[in-house]
C-alpha cells in the first residue's frame, strides 16, 4: 500500500503550561482519527491502537504535526490488541500482536514511516506555521473549526450519546433518550468531518507542493509567504 493521510482529534486540551510538554502529549487520548487513502477512501478510528495498525499497513504516512503530536498519542495509548488465530495443523492457537508493547518502540515505527509537512516547513523557515494559515494561503480554504471546539464537541457528544440516553431511559422517557441519541450522533459526526477536513487539507497542501514545488501561508502581520519545497 501506498501513501496514507490522516488526523486526530485528542478527549482533552494539551496543557500548554505543563513543565514536561512531550509527557502532557502522551497522556491525552484519542477521540477520533480520520484517514485517507486511495486503496480504503475515507475511514474513522476510535481505537488507537486499530488506527496505529491501519497506518501501519501503508508505505508512506502523510500528516501535519504527525510526528511531535499524533503519532506520540497513538504509541502511548493503553490498549495493543492481540489477534487469535487456529493452526489446524498443530491443533494450537497463534497469539498475534501486530503493535509493539513498548510505547517507544510503536512511536519509532510510526515515525520512520511519516512525512510530516509541519516538521518540514519549520526546518525550511526557521519557525513553525499552522495549518490554517497554510491552507488559506496555499489553497483559498479555511478549517471548519479548531483544535477547542473538537474536544468540546467531545465531550457532549459522549455525554448524550453514552449517558444521558440511558438516565432518560430508566425513568421511563424513551423519546427523550432517542432525541437525545441522535443528537449526540450529530456532534459525533461533526467532529469525525472536522477530523477528516484536516487529514484532506493535508493532501490537498501535499499535492500542491508537489506539482508547484511551493506553498504559500499568511504570517502573524497577514502577509501571505511563499515557501519553496521539495515534497515527492
Known sequence: ????????ETKELLDTNAPDQDAAIRAL?????ATWCECHAAQFFRSAAALAEHLLAHDRIIGFN???FDNAVLAWSPAKPVHDSFDPVTGKHIVHKR????PAELKKLLDDKSFDLLADLETRLGHRVGLGAL????LGK??????????????IAVTLRDRLPFALADVGDQEGAARV???????????????????LLV??????GVANKRVAFFDFESERRVVKVQWR
Open 181 to 199: 441519541n441522535e443528537l449526540g450522533a450529530w456532534f459525533q459526526e461533526r467532529l469525525e468531518q472536522y477530523c477528516l477536513q484536516d487529514a
Open 66 to 68: 504527525i510526528i511531535h
Open 29 to 33: 487520548h484519542l477521540s477520533v482519527g
Open 135 to 138: 491552507a488559506e494561503g496555499t
Open 203 to 208: 493532501k490537498k497542501l501535499f499535492e500542491y
Open 1 to 8: 500500500m501506498a501513501d496514507i493521510f490522516y488526523d486526530i
Open 142 to 155: 479555511q478549517k471548519m473549526a479548531t483544535g477547542p471546539q473538537a474536544v468540546v464537541w467531545n465531550h
Open 99 to 102: 503493535l509493539p508493547d513498548a
